[in-house]
């Protein structure tokens, strides 16, 4: 070939091969790479390859929009078409992040119009999006194709009606778990007639009626639609009509499943779900009660994720489904179904590698008793491939986790929440710490923790000494003193994120994290005993950090009630709202 | 207004962290839209806090009074929501009733009741409490010490009566009987 560019010497000798290269080739080769991390050790190669890794990059992950700029982003990058933001700190979606706290889009996308005008897909998460924001993306981007928002704010259905309006090309549009402001159902009607290219729609969230002609209408003209998820206002009947229409779905997630329904219309919605032959997700079932699980039993033999954590099923319910799922590998189910229906978990679902149990009744008492210590165990007996648990309770055992993770030693992922703050062991009344010893000594490979129950600095030294690669941890309501964190700040050399609420930790547990920041994407400490001249230490200290404190009404100046710590190529925010301290 | 305080004896139904008749500071305060936060205050109450715990090790019980804290247990408000439209059995409509500054809760069963003054009577005389009359665009005024709020399907606490009893019936989560002074915000709307 001819196109060999400047940067090729003609004195080529083994030393050099590298850089006798075409630059072409090496975009090619590198074009292929797809993992992040990869690419970050492509780029310290040495300048051509760096060069030619930010050339042929196309996307871009980004955990903290506040540690880069949409300029240095666009500077290193040039040839960006997919970006993936994520914002508010994790502990906002528990309402401890005030509103109005930032993370907006806007300034992004006007930097996206410009430089990557090309841009096809935007996924977002915990961010600030406005209706003005949406109708700005809608038309500066002519090639865009997958807009994803997941826990977002800030805006409205009216901006969900700019992208079905304006977007041409689009192939995903995909709304989850979020608080925008439900208007009116009319935006579905706003894809055009001519709009045929939709692979993905996710409105599950969403309350409204939609205009359930047009969603037909759509899904008909759509033959490529493979994930649709409907709100709760949509019927079975409705749900039939539009299956018939798309058995091509792999993905589905169903309205409301608890109408009266006729024998016909029952054998039809059976028919329906037993032409979807390539269901392999499977969500939604808002309200379901056993009643009519069953026509669901045709299409489950594929299922590999059942998400059942909007249904009130009992144990029973649950049991007489599974048997109809053999190949599941993640499941979700509401605490509803007890102990009873874990047992069956066990069961039927030799496979599995992920289970999630939520709470029904988060804030209540006595109205059921919820999944124990015993359906925990249960499970571990059935599953021995589980790898990620969430897990809410009322009671718990430290033999009990401890015979979990003996049964299931490669966890990834280990999440318990015991709902009652600072709860020990029930039956022995002692700290859960050997629980959580037992997790970190036998899980090698346990990326991610979350901590609950009454423990001491003891859970922390086990942390400290055994997770050697645990990258997220979340702690509440725990600990003796700043010894137990200054375990974990030198001790998981891995460690990415670390979310405190609730802990007797102090300045000096703060500061004794101050190398480790830097390698670290964020540190969260809430309701924990800094004070200013501890954050503002370590502001001073470690210059490329980003000290934030969020000041509160009505407590003493002195304390620093909530802190956010996190590198930042960028400096200090430019956009903090009056009740963010940068320091 | 002292004597009926005294009468009330507030600080028997005070809410605090400890088993009753031990005396821990208070740890909790209302915010304005009525869930109850323990955020730790200093140093010192988070080591008295710690030696609590170990105390109640001894304990196989429960603390009775139990504390709702902000953002606990970390579910997400929109599941929070989603199950709000359960009833709870097929019978009556239960819902708990909290009252500012009271320990325990209730629980009444909403069916039982055909309308606002029905309702309103029932909780005035399971509280002792008075509301005083129910205004559209006042709220509640004329000797009204508390006032009734409840909470809807989206999570808001609205004022007791503003909507249709019917709609109330559906969209009623929980009661929560609040200081006249808090609610005055929500009836001047």
């Given at each position: 070939m001819e196109c060999k560019r400047k940067k090729e010497l003609p004195h080529s000798n083994g030393l050099n091969r590298a850089t006798a290269f075409p630059d072409e080739v090496l975009e090619r080769v590198l074009s292929l790479l797809k993992s992040h991390k990869d690419r970050s050790s492509v780029s310290l190669v040495c300048k051509d390859w760096y060069n030619a890794e930010r050339w042929s990059r196309r996307h871009v992950f980004i955990g903290n929009c506040y540690s880069v700029s949409p300029e240095i982003l666009t500077r290193r990058f040039p040839n960006i078409r997919s970006v993936t933001l994520k914002g508010k700190p994790r502990f906002s979606d528990f309402d401890l992040v005030p509103p109005k706290w930032g993370a907006d889009i806007h300034s992004w996308l006007v930097v996206f119009a410009k430089e990557y005008p090309f841009l096809e897909e935007l996924r977002l998460k915990r961010m600030s999006v406005t209706d003005e924001s949406l109708e700005f993306l809608a038309l500066s981007f002519p090639n865009f194709k997958a807009l994803s928002l997941m826990s977002c704010d800030g805006f409205s259905t009216d901006g969900l009606a700019a992208i079905a309006t304006n977007c041409k090309n689009l192939i995903e549009l995909d709304i989850l778990e979020h608080g925008i402001e439900d208007k009116s159902g009319s935006w579905l009607s706003c894809f055009p007639e001519s709009f045929t290219s939709l692979e993905v729609l996710n409105f599950a969230n969403l309350h409204n009626d939609v205009h359930v002609d047009a969603l037909e209408k759509l899904v008909s003209r759509c033959k490529s639609l493979k994930t649709l998820k409907v709100n709760k206002s949509i019927t079975l009947e409705q749900l039939q009509r539009l299956l018939v229409r798309a058995p091509q779905l792999t993905e589905l997630g169903t309205g409301s499943f608890s109408q009266e329904l006729t024998t016909q219309q029952y054998s039809q919605l059976e028919n329906a779900f037993n032409s979807c032959k390539n269901l392999h997700i499977l969500s939604g079932l808002f309200e379901a009660t056993g009643q009519y699980l069953s026509v669901l039993y045709p299409a489950c033999t594929n299922l590999t994720f059942l998400n059942l954590s909007y249904a009130t099923l009992d144990g029973d319910d649950l049991a007489k489904l599974l048997v109809h799922c053999p190949n599941l590998k993640r499941l979700w189910v509401l605490d509803t179904v007890e102990d009873k229906g874990l047992e069956a978990v066990g069961s039927y679902c030799p496979l599995l590698e992920e289970l999630r149990v939520f709470p029904s009744d988060p804030f209540d008492e006595g109205i059921n008793d919820g999944v124990t210590e015993s359906g925990f165990v249960a499970v571990s007996n059935g599953c021995r491939k589980l790898h990620y648990v969430l897990y809410f309770c009322r009671q718990m055992t430290n033999a009990a986790v401890t015979t979990f993770v003996q049964n299931c030693p490669d966890f990834t992922h280990f999440r318990l929440c015991i709902m009652d703050p600072g709860q020990p062991d029930y039956l022995t009344h002692e700290p859960m710490d050997e629980a959580f010893g037992a997790v970190v000594k036998t899980c090698s490979k346990l990326r991610r923790l979350s901590v609950s129950g009454f423990l001491t600095d003891l859970t922390f030294e086990y942390i400290g000494k055994y997770a050697k690669n645990l990258e997220t941890l979340s702690v509440a309501f725990a600990g003796s003193g700043d010894w137990g964190m200054q375990c974990v700040m030198e001790g998981c050399p891995k460690l990415r994120k670390l979310e405190i609420r609730d802990c007797p930790f102090g300045n000096a547990a703060l500061l004794s994290g101050l190398e480790k920041y830097e390698s670290m994407r964020s540190l969260w400490m809430s309701d924990c005993n800094l004070t200013m001249i501890g954050c503002r230490t370590l502001a001073k200290e470690m210059p490329r950090l980003n000290v934030e404190v969020i000041k509160e009404e009505g407590t003493d100046d002195s304390q620093a009630k909530k802190v956010y710590v996190y590198r930042s190529v960028a400096g200090p925010r430019r956009d903090a709202p009056p009740f963010v301290l940068t320091l | 207004?002292?004597?009926?305080?005294?009468?009330?004896?507030?600080?028997?139904?005070?809410?605090?962290?400890?088993?009753?008749?031990?005396?821990?500071?208070?740890?909790?305060?209302?915010?304005?839209?009525?869930?109850?936060?323990?955020?730790?205050?200093?140093?010192?109450?988070?080591?008295?806090?710690?030696?609590?715990?170990?105390?109640?090790?001894?304990?196989?019980?429960?603390?009775?009074?139990?504390?709702?804290?902000?953002?606990?247990?970390?579910?997400?408000?929109?599941?929070?929501?989603?199950?709000?439209?359960?009833?709870?059995?097929?019978?009556?409509?239960?819902?708990?009733?909290?009252?500012?500054?009271?320990?325990?809760?209730?629980?009444?069963?909403?069916?039982?009741?055909?309308?606002?003054?029905?309702?309103?009577?029932?909780?005035?005389?399971?509280?002792?409490?008075?509301?005083?009359?129910?205004?559209?665009?006042?709220?509640?005024?004329?000797?009204?010490?508390?006032?009734?709020?409840?909470?809807?399907?989206?999570?808001?606490?609205?004022?007791?009566?503003?909507?249709?009893?019917?709609?109330?019936?559906?969209?009623?989560?929980?009661?929560?009987?609040?200081?006249?002074?808090?609610?005055k915000g929500l009836g001047c709307l």
């Open positions: - | 207004m002292e004597k009926y305080e005294s009468e009330l004896n507030l600080k028997a139904t005070e809410l605090r962290l400890g088993l009753p008749g031990s005396d821990e500071p208070e740890k909790s305060s209302c915010t304005s839209n009525g869930v109850r936060s323990n955020k730790r205050s200093s140093p010192e109450t988070s080591e008295e806090e710690s030696v609590n715990k170990i105390d109640h090790e001894q304990d196989s019980a429960r603390q009775p009074a139990k504390v709702q804290v902000v953002g606990w247990p970390p579910v997400r408000s929109y599941r929070k929501n989603v199950l709000a439209a359960h009833e709870n059995g097929d019978g009556g409509k239960y819902v708990k009733v909290s009252m500012a500054g009271a320990a325990y809760l209730r629980k009444i069963d909403l069916k039982v009741y055909k309308n606002y003054p029905e309702l309103l009577m029932a909780l005035e005389k399971m509280f002792k409490c008075s509301f005083g009359e129910y205004s559209e665009r006042e709220g509640y005024i004329n000797g009204s010490e508390y006032a009734p709020t409840y909470e809807d399907k989206d999570g808001d606490w609205m004022l007791v009566g503003d909507v249709p009893w019917d709609m109330f019936m559906c969209c009623c989560k929980r009661l929560r009987i609040v200081k006249g002074s808090e609610a």
